[in-house]
């Protein structure tokens, strides 16, 4: 199942980022934090009690325009109203209640979301302060008194969203589904395909909302499998990612992304491997998903003997480091070769997933060294002790070393590559874990 989406609202400079940092950078959360395509830190995988949940932070993600402020907050209220499970409304008690909050009030009110009203800036321990009782004015409910800037509440609130998320679902039969996010620039295809895989051949489909008004999932099982395919809005380039609605559309590709088992990443035959396409599939990949390259139109451009392997090849040197990916070239418009896609994507989800004994990558470990010695720096060599495999999705190895400073970037490419020989892995990134442990000869 999807991690539930918390968004913190608020007008400019109540706290609404510092306390995101604290949440985050404090790791009363993990996982990893998530930098969208504009560079923007907006959102980042969080915990509490043991449920994971993404935060967003709305800081910085007014437009650019001179726009009042009333419009602004009245903009990133829609967009939180749309994409949250829990909605954090962030107020300064320093400031009391403004027009601005008033207007939010309003919205959320109507919104059927569940509202925790916050009061930053309460900066001393003990009862609230009197200013307090003005927020209940609002309508929203009990405010939360907290400082984000010296950490005072900060459990109580974590506590309220944590009551306030939605049930932890068990849902068995979904697990027996593929999750294929299919991203792109606009206009490359992505809802073409979308219809043209939905519209033929199908035995069950239903539309469920997904996490973003701009994402929807939708169901499909046919003979070769049941999956849930997330159509996304296309994402430009940084240059034209201008207003905040802009913004929020990159930001809900990369939930797209993070949601998926598989991403299908779609180029345009006609334009061959953009910069923002590269982009897009770097995004797939730092995220661990199993990828597939699926060139559209190709009925559109003109071929000769080798066009297609030259194209593969054009592919390969603008993305080197996604060259596990394969290709499939294909006609969204008239369904040239579409039906092969599952098949590639029951291959990749497969491989993504894939698990290795330890006695078998030890014997792959030592029959690399045997072949290449690894490297050695003023007269100390590496020396890889054993690996073991930690995780999938991407899989992901251990490996001990005597030194990780002499592990340098070419052998563990040298490494992977033998991984990948060994054990097929099309598809998916690999990573590799560095540990160093002295062994008993040294």
Not at 135 to 160: H, T
Not at 239 to 268: G, H, P, Q, W, Y
Not at 270 to 291: N, R
Request: with cysteine; net charge neutral; hydrophobic share 35%.
């Amino acid at each position: 199942m999807s991690k539930p989406i918390v968004a913190i609202i608020g007008k400019p400079n109540v706290g609404k980022s510092k306390f995101f940092n604290y949440v985050v950078g404090q790791r009363i959360s993990i996982v990893e934090d998530t930098p969208g395509v504009t560079r923007d830190r907006v959102y980042a995988e969080a915990s509490w009690r043991d449920r994971e949940f993404t935060l967003i932070d709305t800081a910085g993600i007014e437009p650019e325009s001179n726009d009042i402020i009333v419009s602004q907050m009245r903009e990133q209220a829609n967009i939180a109203i749309n994409v949250a499970d829990v909605i954090l409304f962030m107020t300064d008690i320093k400031q009391g209640v403004t027009a601005s909050d008033i207007e939010i009030s309003t919205m959320l009110r109507k919104s059927n979301k569940p509202v925790i009203l916050i009061c930053n800036k309460v900066d001393n321990y003990g009862e609230p302060p009197n200013e307090i009782y003005e927020f209940y004015n609002l309508g929203i409910g009990k405010p939360f008194p907290i400082s984000a800037a010296n950490a005072i509440g900060i459990g109580d609130l974590l506590d309220e969203i944590y009551e306030k998320l939605p049930p932890k679902l068990e849902d068995e039969e979904d697990d027996n589904k593929i999750k294929v996010a299919i991203i792109g620039k606009p206009n490359v295809g992505k809802s073409s395909l979308v219809n043209r895989i939905l519209g033929e051949d199908r035995s069950i489909v239903s539309d469920i909302a997904g996490t973003t008004r701009d994402a929807i999932d939708s169901e499909f099982e046919n003979k070769y499998g049941k999956y849930v395919f997330i159509d996304t809005a296309g994402v430009r380039k940084k240059s034209k990612v201008n207003e905040s609605i802009e913004k929020f559309s990159v930001m809900r590709t990369l939930f797209a992304i993070e949601r998926s088992d598989v991403c299908l990443v779609l180029i345009d035959a006609q334009e061959g491997v953009t910069d923002q396409d590269a982009k897009i599939l770097g995004e797939a990949h730092e995220a661990g998903k199993g990828i597939i390259i699926v060139v559209n139109k190709w009925d559109t451009l003109e071929k000769e003997t080798g066009t297609l392997e030259k194209y593969k090849k054009e592919v390969y040197n603008k993305i080197s480091y996604a060259s596990y990916a394969p290709i499939i070239f294909i006609s969204a418009k008239t369904g040239q070769r579409v039906e092969k896609i599952f098949e590639m994507i029951n291959k990749v989800a497969e491989e993504n997933s894939k698990r290795i004994s330890t006695s078998v990558i030890n014997e792959v470990i030592n029959e690399a060294i045997a072949v290449v010695q690894p490297p050695t720096d003023k007269g100390k060599r590496l020396k890889i002790l054993y690996g073991t495999q930690a995780s999938t999705k991407p899989p992901t190895f251990i490996i001990f070393v005597n030194n990780k400073e002499l592990f340098h970037f070419s052998y563990q490419r040298y490494l992977i590559n033998c991984f990948r020989n060994n054990f097929g892995l099309e598809g998916t990134p690999i990573r590799l874990i560095i540990r160093e442990k002295k062994d008993k000869e040294s």
